[in-house]
């Protein structure tokens, strides 16, 4: 048996503990936690096995990949977990082309209107479309809403499984929130996203909400 170090550099603010969640063959899960040492959290899995297959959480809330890991793989069809192995391989980094804030979901980004003024009682959602290029294999995509006074509302994962016949590809991913099904808790005011490729986080924006109409427009610059 042998020790691999995993290693995860926090992007949250305030990060209280971190563990890694462990898939093993049989299905069955087991965790460690890491510890914080010279910025960053460290621990280590003891293993026999050639590669071993893991996620992180955050204060017990985000589920996010490993940006290190070798390589991504899809779980019961559903949630992309990290892969770490001894076997060469060549990662190939996807690419976070165009951020969209909008009120509605669109066929094509190109022609979709950005809107980040957004009237709780005349929109019917906010919408956030992202464009990523230089798709090969499996990747993740992860996206965080934060309220405006900076609590988590919402973690949300894409599975992005491009086959190896398709070879290089682009792909639109859409994230939103539909304002009918949420309750009076919603808040009103700016609400900054944050979206990650493999666990990297590749854009940040923000959009305002209110009850009310605005009388002024309020602007923003999109950070990539």
């Not at 992180?56 to 992309?80: H, P, Q």
């Not at 900054?192 to 990297?200: K, L």
Request: charged content about 25%; proline content about 2%.
């Amino acid at each position: 048996m042998r020790s691999m170090e995993i290693s995860y550099v926090p992007f949250l603010k305030d990060v209280y503990s971190v563990d890694v969640e462990i898939l093993e063959e049989n299905g069955d899960k087991n965790y460690v936690q890491l510890e914080m040492r010279d910025e960053k959290w460290v621990g280590y899995i003891q293993t026999d096995n050639n590669e071993v297959v893991y996620k992180f959480i955050v204060n017990g809330l985000v589920r996010i990949n490993d940006s290190n890991a070798t390589s991504y793989k899809v779980v019961n069809g559903e949630e992309v977990y990290s892969v770490m192995s001894d076997s060469a391989y060549t990662k190939e980094w996807p690419v976070m082309k165009e951020v969209v804030v909008s009120d509605r979901i669109c066929g094509k980004m190109i022609n979709c209107i950005k809107k980040k003024n957004l009237n709780f009682k005349d929109s019917m959602k906010v919408a956030v479309g992202l464009q990523v290029q230089n798709l090969k294999n499996v990747h993740s995509v992860t996206f965080i809403w934060h309220q405006p006074d900076g609590r988590i509302y919402r973690v949300e994962e894409r599975a992005l499984d491009v086959p190896d016949y398709a070879g290089v590809v682009s792909a639109d991913v859409w994230f939103w929130i539909n304002f009918c099904e949420i309750n009076g808790e919603f808040s009103d005011g700016v609400w900054c996203i944050e979206a990650f490729v493999d666990g990297r986080r590749c854009a940040m924006d923000y959009f305002l909400v209110r009850r009310q109409l605005l009388k002024k427009p309020f602007r923003f610059e999109l950070a990539i």
